[in-house]
T-cell receptor, first 112, second 114 residues
Framework: KAGVTQTPRYLIKTRGQQVTLSCSPI?????VSWYQQTPGQGLQFLFE???????NKGNFPGRFSGRQFSNSRSEMNVSTLELGDSALYLC???????????FGQGTRLTVV | QKEVEQNSGPLSVPEGAIASLNCTYS??????FFWYRQYSGKSPELIMF????GDKEDGRFTAQLNKASQYVSLLIRDSQPSDSATYLC??????????????FGKGTHLIIQP
């Protein structure tokens, strides 16, 4: 059974650019959540998608957005990148409520 | 907003001893609890989950849940150097349909000393 796949693994961008990250969940999982992880703030929730609908959003500016496709694959986009957006971005898939979340390998984004 | 608190450590434990990791949560309505292990530079890996009060054992790992005290712990028996990692406690963010994502504590850094 394939796990959660995130692409790309590493990215280097300059300030002001935008970036799109991709996540393919475990087959049969309809919920995809995105998290930002930094040394100072830990794992912070960005947003969650279920059946192509964003159902929850964390406390991040509007520059952070996402979407989910009919095959449950999800993308997140960050526009007008800032140095502080440098982080490990993690995607997790879940089958349903109160079930385990399984993480992808993450995308390491560096903004210079 | 749900909160999860963990002591950041580092928690240093000699090899072969029991490592005890603790977590408190703010929402009395939380029904499930997850422990993840994260090695440096890697993504979190689920090691235990618990729904009911009491203990749940899986190999060298035991999760303990006390809903009255809003407290969940993870015990690692016969600690090995390979257990050195950051351990993250998490609870579901919502209670509606679907999955809602998780709220994580900031993690406890565990060091097993050979």
């Amino acid at each position: 059974k394939a796990g959660v796949t995130q692409t790309p693994r590493y990215l280097i961008k300059t300030r002001g650019q935008q970036v799109t990250l991709s996540c393919s969940p475990i087959s049969g999982h309809r919920s995809v959540s995105w998290y930002q992880q930094t040394p100072g703030q830990g794992l912070q929730f960005l947003f969650e998608y279920f059946s192509e609908t964003q159902r929850n959003k964390g406390n991040f500016p509007g520059r952070f957005s996402g979407r989910q496709f009919s095959n449950s694959r999800s993308e997140m986009n960050v526009s007008t990148l800032e140095l502080g957006d440098s982080a490990l971005y993690l995607c997790a898939s879940q089958q349903g409520l109160n079930t385990e979340a399984f993480f992808g390998q993450g995308t390491r984004l560096t903004v210079v | 907003q749900k909160e999860v608190e963990q002591n950041s450590g580092p928690l240093s434990v000699p090899e072969g001893a029991i490592a005890s990791l603790n977590c408190t949560y703010s929402d009395r309505g939380s029904q499930s609890f997850f422990w993840y292990r994260q090695y440096s530079g890697k993504s979190p890996e689920l090691i235990m989950f618990i729904y009911s009060n009491g203990d749940k054992e899986d190999g060298r790992f035991t999760a303990q849940l006390n809903k009255a005290s809003q407290y969940v712990s993870l015990l690692i028996r016969d600690s090995q150097p390979s257990d050195s990692a950051t351990y993250l406690c998490a609870v579901p963010r919502g209670s509606g349909g679907g999955a809602d994502g998780l709220t994580f504590g900031k993690g406890t850094h565990l060091i097993i000393q050979p």
